[in-house]
């Protein structure tokens, strides 16, 4: 299973500019969550301090037991074996060829022979489509093969949380389909934590279990994907539908006026539904699309199950709409339990509304009887 | 103390405390660079590429900077000498300023402008395309990876380039001295041996050695540093070569000091 990280009152700061403060999420063992926020609000400063390579001033990042914040280097190199990261723009070293660019995490952290590391390496090309591609330079590719080469390298050692930055940026929409599936399938056999940071509104709907949205230097809102999509805060259904009306202004914000007069016009046009389609998939206004399955012939992703239960225990703090769009995710037998009360709020949880100690899949008793 | 406090002294680009803390980082920077010295597997491969490399940007420049300053030294020893009356010793005298100085300096002005500033260069390009992060991610520790073997490469290099310097500036101030200023052979070469001793060498091969220590050390450590694009590659070459140089004359002024206290003069 893949690994939780809690991030808790995180603050980042360069000299005086402050990127963003008090950021407090958790990434679910084995979910995947997506990352939204405006150009410039700190997401791949964000991806960075996860893996230690930025040190945030105050607040804890805790993976297996660590807190990586403040862990000496050697843990540190340690805990970063458990991540694959793909960087903004693949971050391959340029003095190499695709084919060793992959095999070098495996070249330098085991000790596989080279027909081992030969057939990883070709799987791996095979599973984002670069079979062929091998001997290229990385300086001689268009920036699409550059990302999936970077996944692939970042898939060979078996990562258990995976961090994405921009997988979507520079590839055709075409790509982006295939990129998404194999992320969920990817998901499904390998059971990762993932986070991915993304300005593609139709992956933020479609693939992940969770939604957050970084903005004005703090985390908006994160939660399970039917509380961003559903959410009447004006920020978020700016950011989630793509368009000009809302708080949000190209450099700075709006003032209060501009912004009443804007939403004003928007209803008088019958609202985000009637709005059309807006850039990078933004389309429905408030609709719940059906999540991303994995591909037939896969197993089913583990980590449904758990976040069925896991968003399950937490029903009962959101508003109508939100739990309704819950509820309709939820399989039967799951729901008949909701409704016979036998799931209590998380006390003292601080909102993560999962435990970490508890068994996978495993659902607590009554309420009574714990 | 409480609450948000008014920018001080310390604070902002004019602070006293900016140079110094710059300086501490590049020494802490050093120290890591030693840190990582021994540890193992020795990145034989991408040393011996450095060197190469290193070698391949330097050589053809620093011989044809040597052979004028060579001539140069030569020319106005050949009349200095020649006004004292001492044309017996212009031999000995270009050979001691082109072995004590002149090459260890013609060595750290390539070493520095062109070994250090490719090193930054390179180390700058890879940063800001993420791949220190990507290596430091992959659990690559990346002075041991890359500024070891760099550092090393550098001081070898600058080691080779001094000994060349030597023999182009003696050659070309006997070529001038002999040929063209009308010397005799005979003078040229028994003067050079009267005043020359073996330390002198080795003085300029020692301080080659400490200046391509710097070199590499202020290249890589700019080079790691590097940020903003690719204007933020060339602020950062600029700076190293800069700094380098002016490390490398401070640096150079003290060595020769410690060499005069160290070894007596011959013929004394
Ligand atoms: N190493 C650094 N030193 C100083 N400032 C930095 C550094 N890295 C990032 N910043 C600043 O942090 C802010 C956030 O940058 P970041 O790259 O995280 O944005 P982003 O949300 O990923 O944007 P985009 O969506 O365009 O990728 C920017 O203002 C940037 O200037
Ligand atoms: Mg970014």
């Not at chain 1, 391959?92 to 030969?118: C, Q, W, Y």
């Not at chain 1, 921009?166 to 055709?172: C, Q």
């Not at chain 1, 309709?328 to 799931?343: E, H, K, N, Y």
């Not at chain 2, 490719?118 to 890879?126: E, H, P, Q």
Request: hydrophobic share 45%; proline share 6%; charged share 20%.
């Amino acid at each position: 299973m893949g690994v939780a990280v809690q991030v808790e009152g995180l603050t980042k700061s360069f000299g005086s500019q402050n990127i963003w403060s008090d950021v407090t999420l958790t990434l679910p063992p084995g979910e995947i969550s997506v990352l939204l926020g405006p150009s410039g609000t700190g997401k791949s400063v964000f991806l960075k301090s996860l893996v230690g390579l930025l040190k945030p001033e105050r607040g804890s990042i805790v993976i297996s037991d660590t807190d990586i914040v403040r862990c000496g280097e050697q843990r540190l190199y340690e805990v970063r074996k458990l991540f694959g990261v793909l960087f903004q723009d693949g971050a391959l070293f340029g003095s190499m060829n695709l084919f060793d660019n992959i095999a070098f995490p495996l070249r330098e952290h085991t000790r596989k022979g080279e027909s081992e590391v030969r057939r990883i390496v070709l799987e791996k090309m095979d599973m984002v489509g670069l079979q062929g591609a091998e001997g290229k330079l990385p300086g001689e590719i268009s920036g699409g093969m550059r990302k999936r080469a970077g996944l692939a390298r970042a898939l060979v050692l078996d990562p258990e949380i995976i961090l994405f930055d921009e997988p979507d940026s520079g590839l055709d929409p075409v790509r982006v389909a295939y990129l998404n599936q194999l992320i969920v399938d990817l998901n499904a056999q390998i059971d990762a934590t993932f986070l991915i940071v993304t300005h593609d509104i139709g992956t933020a709907r479609t693939v992940p279990d969770n939604l957050g949205l970084l903005y004005r230097k703090h985390l908006a809102m994160f939660g399970p994907r039917e509380q961003l999509l559903t959410s009447q805060e004006p920020v978020v259904q700016q950011f989630l539908n793509g368009r000009r009306e809302g708080p949000i202004g190209m450099s700075e914000e709006k003032d209060v006026a501009q912004v009443e007069a804007e939403m004003a016009a928007l209803q008088a046009r019958g609202g985000d539904r009637h709005n059309g389609v807006g850039p990078k998939g933004a389309v429905g206004g408030d609709a719940v699309p059906p999540q991303l399955d994995p591909s037939p012939g896969l197993p089913e992703r583990r980590a449904q199950r758990r976040r069925q239960e896991r968003v399950a225990r937490m029903l009962h703090d959101f508003d109508p709409a939100t739990a309704d769009a819950i509820r309709a995710s939820l399989p039967a037998d799951l729901l008949a339990q909701v409704d016979a009360g036998v799931f209590a709020p998380t006390v003292g949880a601080h909102g993560r509304h999962w435990d970490p100690t508890q068994a996978v899949g495993v659902l607590p008793g009554p309420r009574d009887g714990r | 103390m409480t609450g948000p406090e008014a920018p001080g002294l310390l604070d902002g680009p004019l602070s006293p405390a900016r140079p110094l803390r710059a300086s501490g980082t590049l020494f802490a920077f050093a120290l890591d660079t030693f840190r990582a010295l021994p540890r193992r597997p020795f990145q034989l491969r991408e040393f011996v590429q450095q060197t190469w490399f290193v070698a391949s940007v330097t050589i053809l420049p620093t011989a044809l900077v040597a052979i004028p300053f060579g001539a140069v030294i030569a020319l106005q020893l050949g009349s200095l000498t020649r006004q004292l009356g001492a044309q017996s010793f212009t031999g000995s005298a270009s050979v001691l300023a082109v072995l004590r100085e002149a090459s260890p300096i013609v060595t750290a002005l390539l070493i520095a402008g062109a070994g250090g500033s490719a090193i930054c260069a390179d180390l700058g390009a890879r940063k800001i395309r993420d791949e220190i992060d990507a290596m430091e991610v992959l659990g690559i520790n990346p002075i041991q990876r890359l500024v070891v073997p760099r550092v090393l490469a550098a001081m070898l290099v600058a080691t080779l380039l001094n000994g060349l310097v030597s023999v182009v500036g003696v050659a070309g101030g006997y070529f001038f001295n002999v040929v063209l200023q009308g010397g005799t052979p005979g003078a040229y070469l028994a003067s050079f041996g009267a005043l020359a001793q073996v330390e002198d060498f080795w003085s300029g091969e020692i301080k080659a050695l400490v200046f391509g220590l710097i070199a590499g050390i202020v290249a890589s450590y700019k080079g790691l540093r590097a940020g903003g694009g690719p204007k933020g590659v060339g602020d950062a070459v600029n700076q190293s070569v800069v700094i380098t140089f002016l490390l490398l004359f401070a640096v150079n002024f003290v060595m020769t000091a410690i060499y005069f206290q160290l070894v007596p003069p011959k013929g004394q």
